[in-house]
């Protein structure tokens, strides 16, 4: 079982840049698949990035691609860097864990453990 638990989010403005973190239980984070996702009202979740167990290789998705930065630490944290901000970046952030071994990336049924998420609203 891993508990994961969200924070950094907030209310900012376009342009700026925040950082949201995902610590947690379990295994230290490079032994997972890990991803960040996210949701705004009435729409379905979405792929944000994903690093790849021990590898470090990183995936993201087009909207955020240039502007985001996901990363982790030698422990149990998940980051999400997140530059230059648009409002279209307004969402709930969720940090998830452990894909299942020939899933994609991409999608959030692939993994298994979710935190509560953390809401980022962007101003315009």
């Known amino acids: 079982q891993v508990q994961l638990v969200e924070s950094g989010g907030g209310l900012v403005q376009a342009g700026d840049s925040l950082r949201l973190s995902c610590a947690g239980s379990?295994?230290?984070?490079?032994?997972?698949?890990m991803a960040w996702f996210r949701q705004a009202p009435g729409k379905e979740r979405e792929f944000v990035a994903a690093i790849v167990r021990n590898s470090g290789r990183a995936y993201y998705g087009d909207s955020v691609k240039g502007r985001f930065i996901i990363s982790r630490d030698n422990a149990k944290t998940l980051y999400l860097q997140m530059n230059s901000l648009k409002p279209e970046d307004t969402a709930v952030y969720y940090c998830?864990?452990?894909?299942?071994?020939?899933?994609?990336?991409?999608?959030?049924?692939?993994?298994?453990?979710w935190g509560q998420g953390t809401q980022v609203t962007v101003s315009s």
């Open positions: 998830t864990a452990e894909r299942s071994s020939g899933t994609s990336f991409y999608t959030p049924s692939s993994y298994a453990y």
């Open positions: 379990g295994r230290t984070f490079s032994t997972y698949d």
